[in-house]
């Protein structure tokens, strides 16, 4: 039997969403608040949203509890794939001793932390982005950021402040496609408003990334090396997206960036080097990573003090080679035809039997009645992580690692990360259970009441929409329907609106519950999510509300309205 998604079962659509918004406010109210260990708080966002979703909007209980498992399989894979692979490929460059050869080398391209933080967290975490996306960027560059020597917190944080501006084109251009499908709006308008949209802020981030690290005074001492970051990033952006599309923005934006920053770095140098590695006012609470994980084993641990004493070019080649593997076998999983081809070869489409087309969508959340589909894709061979978990294997061997010592440190990887897996299976259990009982839409039709500021407010629907799924993908999925038909109901642009969801949302990114949790496994800093979350929050909600003034300008505004057309 189908059951009717009801948005407001209070019949007061504002306490409908205080009920609705009760899970997320238990789960990142105990993390920010309560410091509570995440994998506990996000037990007890599941717990009330089960109670929410059951007894307040009378949602079926054999649904719920089905809604909830197929999101701790998403989490699985191929979120939880992700993060375990590459610590893996982390572990294994650490106990073989070529991770100091790689931080060594990366300060040889200069001294200063500002600048090595706008090279890994902004260009190198974008082109991951862009290749990758669903986590992979913060996974990899907080985990370079800690070996570099940034404090716990500097890294964990600022990787996310980084990556934002490129998440609505990540994954080759994935949030987008997404949104064109359920909105049945032209992929190239979405993908040229969105890039007309979000160069503004690729040019902003850079100087916010930075003045967030380093203190303003500190941002005004490199200046001329951010402004070459970002505007080589944005003017790409928008070039890429207007006139070829969604698929490259973020690949050749980030190849741009990286390569016009390092031979800016040739002619230019700051007056003054930056050398702490700890956020400007937040020295006291950086904490430590716990590396008890990381110190090597058995025969590795000769290796790690007798080999790369000297870093001659060899030395420096293999230091370099598991990134570089990395990045290739990550940004061939990212293209579509070999993902497919791949596909071809083994994938199960397993239908949740209890929830497939049992959950209907109705308005005004939607112009007419639409049945949710419920089917994991368990594409083993075509998920990102097994790329990643690939590259690490074949850079195990090329260190000299025998099979067996491979499937020791693997084991320990597994040890390792077990509470940050189960978190993110948790969370994603919780942000499934929300989109199938429809308390997320309850969410966004609140929003859809602000009139004439529904330009701000729709942007900071779509950031809200990141925050809960930890996906832009998932977001545009989620509102990008009722972004078209609000924006239609009140006379705007549904091209405009639609792509606010997705350039507002990609401000949501860094304090979704998933995304933290990534970062903490990244650098080791268990159990101060809550930490980097009251760090972020303020960042992410400012931007956001940026994003939200500037489509506000593009739907009222002259000039900005030119944008729209």
Not at 6 to 19: E, F, H, R, T
Not at 297 to 323: C, Q, S
Not at 551 to 556: G, I, L, P, S, W
């Given at each position: 039997?189908?059951?009717?998604?009801?948005?407001?079962?209070?019949?007061?659509?504002?306490?409908?969403?205080?009920?609705?918004?009760?899970?997320?406010?238990?789960?990142?109210?105990?993390?920010?608040?309560?410091?509570?260990?995440?994998?506990?708080?996000?037990?007890?966002?599941?717990?009330?949203?089960?109670?929410?979703?059951?007894?307040?909007?009378?949602?079926?209980?054999?649904?719920?509890?089905?809604?909830?498992?197929?999101?701790?399989?998403?989490?699985?894979?191929?979120?939880?794939?992700?993060?375990?692979?590459?610590?893996?490929?982390?572990?294994?460059t650490i106990e073989n001793g070529s991770f100091s050869v790689l931080q060594d080398s990366l300060t040889g391209i200069t001294d200063d932390r500002r600048i090595q933080l706008l090279l890994i967290a902004f260009c190198f975490g974008a082109f991951f982005e862009g290749a990758a996306g669903f986590g992979t960027p913060v996974a990899v560059t907080a985990a370079i950021m800690i070996g570099l020597g940034f404090s716990p917190l500097a890294a964990s944080g600022l990787c996310l402040i980084a990556n934002t501006a490129p998440v609505a084109y990540g994954a080759l251009g994935t949030p987008v496609i997404a949104l064109a499908a359920v909105t049945g709006i032209d992929l190239m308008q979405l993908s040229g408003m969105i890039g007309r949209q979000l160069p503004l802020f690729s040019l902003l981030v850079p100087f916010w990334l930075i003045w967030a690290f380093a203190g303003f005074r500190g941002m005004l001492q490199i200046w001329p090396a951010i402004l070459v970051a970002g505007l080589s990033?944005?003017?790409?952006?928008?070039?890429?997206?207007?006139?070829?599309?969604?698929?490259?923005?973020?690949?050749?934006?980030?190849?741009?960036?990286?390569?016009?920053?390092?031979?800016?770095?040739?002619?230019?140098?700051?007056?003054?080097?930056?050398?702490?590695?700890?956020?400007?006012?937040?020295?006291?609470?950086?904490?430590?990573?716990?590396?008890?994980?990381?110190?090597?084993?058995?025969?590795?641990?000769?290796?790690?003090?007798?080999?790369?004493?000297?870093?001659?070019?060899?030395?420096?080649?293999?230091?370099?080679?598991?990134?570089?593997?990395?990045?290739?076998?990550?940004?061939?999983?990212?293209?579509?035809?070999?993902?497919?081809?791949?596909?071809?070869?083994?994938?199960?489409?397993?239908?949740?039997?209890?929830?497939?087309?049992?959950?209907?969508?109705?308005?005004?959340?939607?112009?007419?009645?639409?049945?949710?589909?419920?089917?994991?894709?368990?594409?083993?061979?075509?998920?990102?992580?097994?790329?990643?978990?690939?590259?690490?294997?074949?850079?195990?061997?090329?260190?000299?690692?025998?099979?067996?010592?491979?499937?020791?440190?693997?084991?320990?990887?597994?040890?390792?990360?077990?509470?940050?897996?189960?978190?993110?299976?948790?969370?994603?259990?919780?942000?499934?259970?929300?989109?199938?009982?429809?308390?997320?839409?309850?969410?966004?039709?609140?929003?859809?009441?602000?009139?004439?500021?529904?330009?701000?407010?729709?942007?900071?629907?779509?950031?809200?929409?990141?925050?809960?799924?930890?996906?832009?993908?998932?977001?545009?999925?989620?509102?990008?329907?009722?972004?078209?038909?609000?924006?239609?109901?009140?006379?705007?642009?549904?091209?405009?609106?639609?792509?606010?969801?997705?350039?507002?949302?990609?401000?949501?990114?860094?304090?979704?519950?998933?995304?933290?949790?990534?970062?903490?496994?990244?650098?080791?800093?268990?159990?101060?999510?809550?930490?980097?979350?009251?760090?972020?929050?303020?960042?992410?909600?400012?931007?956001?509300?940026?994003?939200?003034?500037?489509?506000?300008?593009?739907?009222?505004?002259?000039?900005?309205?030119?944008?729209?057309?």
């Open positions: 039997m189908v059951w009717s998604q009801v948005y407001d079962p209070l019949g007061n659509i504002w306490l409908s969403a205080l009920m609705a918004a009760i899970p997320v406010v238990v789960m990142l109210g105990c993390i920010a608040f309560g410091h509570m260990k995440a994998h506990y708080a996000a037990g007890l966002g599941l717990a009330s949203a089960l109670a929410v979703s059951i007894f307040g909007f009378g949602m079926p209980a054999g649904l719920a509890w089905n809604a909830a498992g197929f999101g701790a399989a998403f989490g699985l894979l191929p979120i939880g794939w992700i993060v375990l692979n590459i610590i893996f490929l982390h572990q294994l990033f944005a003017i790409p952006q928008y070039l890429v997206s207007n006139f070829h599309g969604p698929w490259l923005v973020d690949v050749v934006a980030a190849i741009v960036s990286m390569v016009s920053l390092i031979l800016f770095l040739k002619v230019w140098k700051p007056k003054k080097i930056w050398t702490s590695t700890s956020l400007k006012g937040h020295e006291t609470d950086s904490g430590e990573p716990d590396l008890e994980s990381e110190k090597p084993h058995g025969h590795e641990a000769d290796a790690a003090a007798a080999i790369f004493k000297k870093h001659d070019t060899r030395a420096l080649v293999l230091a370099w080679m598991p990134w570089v593997i990395l990045t290739a076998l990550v940004f061939i999983w990212g293209i579509p035809e070999f993902k497919k081809w791949v596909d071809g070869i083994s994938v199960f489409k397993i239908p949740f039997t209890g929830l497939h087309n049992m959950v209907e969508k109705v308005a005004p959340v939607v112009a007419k009645p639409h049945k949710e589909a419920a089917v994991y894709t368990l594409n083993w061979l075509s998920a990102t992580g097994s790329g990643i978990f690939l590259a690490s294997i074949i850079s195990g061997l090329l260190m000299k690692y025998k099979p067996l010592d491979l499937v020791k440190i693997y084991f320990r990887t597994i040890w390792l990360v077990r509470y940050s897996l189960l978190t993110i299976v948790l969370m994603l259990a919780l942000g499934y259970l929300t989109r199938y009982s429809g308390t997320d839409a309850t969410l966004g039709l609140v929003f859809a009441h602000t009139g004439a500021f529904y330009p701000i407010f729709g942007t900071l629907l779509g950031w809200l929409g990141v925050a809960l799924t930890g996906s832009d993908t998932a977001a545009n999925v989620l509102f990008g329907g009722l972004q078209k038909t609000t924006a239609e109901q009140l006379g705007l642009s549904p091209v405009l609106m639609a792509a606010a969801n997705s350039s507002g949302g990609v401000m949501g990114k860094m304090v979704d519950a998933q995304s933290i949790v990534v970062a903490s496994t990244a650098t080791r800093w268990y159990g101060h999510e809550g930490t980097i979350l009251r760090f972020v929050f303020f960042h992410s909600l400012a931007l956001a509300v940026l994003v939200g003034f500037f489509v506000f300008m593009q739907a009222y505004v002259a000039p900005f309205t030119s944008l729209v057309h």
